[in-house]
T-cell receptor, first 115, second 111 residues
Framework: DGGITQSPKYLFRKEGQNVTLSCEQN?????MYWYRQDPGQGLRLIYY???????QKGDIAEGYSVSREKKESFPLTVTSAQKNPTAFYLC??????????????FGEGSWLTVV | KQEVTQIPAALSVPEGENLVLNCSFT??????LQWFRQDPGKGLTSLLL?????REQTSGRLNASLDKSSGRSTLYIAASQPGDSATYLC??????????FGTGTSLTVIP
């Protein structure tokens, strides 16, 4: 099936640790995104990438890093510099060509908890 | 910056009732508007996409409208069912491949 796969679903981080959330898509989409969602709040953009080997900071990039070495993959690293990382993280992708252009699709999300 | 507002934040209705969810935005220069459903602890599922040149889209019991001049979109749900209980979000796409999301309306349909 075509879609976006995020892993792990649940992740626990100790203070001072870096953790990496995986996001893989087989939709052949050019653009990929990472959002953070806190309880009762909307989605906030962390990073996005419009093409391989290129990415831009979103509204809340501090304490996060990404890479885009392959079209299918856009991993997010939550570094120890992120002081309040406990949240629900959503990966998304979009295509800007064809009849379904400009539609954004989401993965199932990853829960990160600091312990 | 584009501001997207969804009011009310929460809504409870009895089963079978028709209802309307609202999405307001400040900048009418949009490519499209998309409505999503989010179940607790899950990702967002796309319901309807309205291109900027369109006025409405329909899928089953759902109908979404777009009025760019007034900065407003509505999602109409007919004959609501308990399975419709979820959070509904709207999102706008502007230039630069960025999307702007509302904070959502949490819908509860009471059997």
């Amino acid at each position: 099936d075509g879609g976006i796969t995020q892993s792990p679903k649940y992740l626990f981080r100790k203070e001072g640790q870096n953790v990496t959330l995986s996001c893989e898509q087989n939709l052949n989409h050019d653009a990929m995104y990472w959002y953070r969602q806190d309880p009762g709040q909307g989605l906030r953009l962390i990073y996005y990438s419009q093409i391989v080997n290129d990415f831009q900071k979103g509204d809340i990039a501090e304490g996060y890093s990404v890479s885009r070495e392959k079209k299918e993959s856009f991993p997010l690293t939550v570094t120890s510099a992120q002081k309040n990382p406990t949240a629900f993280y959503l990966c998304a992708s979009s295509n800007h060509r064809g009849s379904s252009g400009n539609t954004i699709y989401f993965g199932e999300g990853s829960w990160l908890t600091v312990v | 910056k584009q501001e997207v507002t969804q009011i009310p934040a929460a809504l409870s209705v009895p089963e079978g009732e028709n209802l309307v969810l609202n999405c307001s935005f400040t900048d009418s220069a949009i490519y499209n508007l998309q409505w999503f459903r989010q179940d607790p602890g899950k990702g967002l599922t796309s319901l309807l996409l309205i291109q900027s040149s369109q006025r409405e889209q329909t899928s089953g019991r759902l109908n979404a409208s777009l009025d760019k001049s007034s900065g407003r979109s509505t999602l109409y749900i007919a004959a609501s069912q308990p399975g419709d209980s979820a959070t509904y979000l709207c999102a706008l796409k502007r230039s630069g491949n960025q999307f702007y999301f509302g904070t959502g309306t949490s819908l509860t349909v009471i059997p």
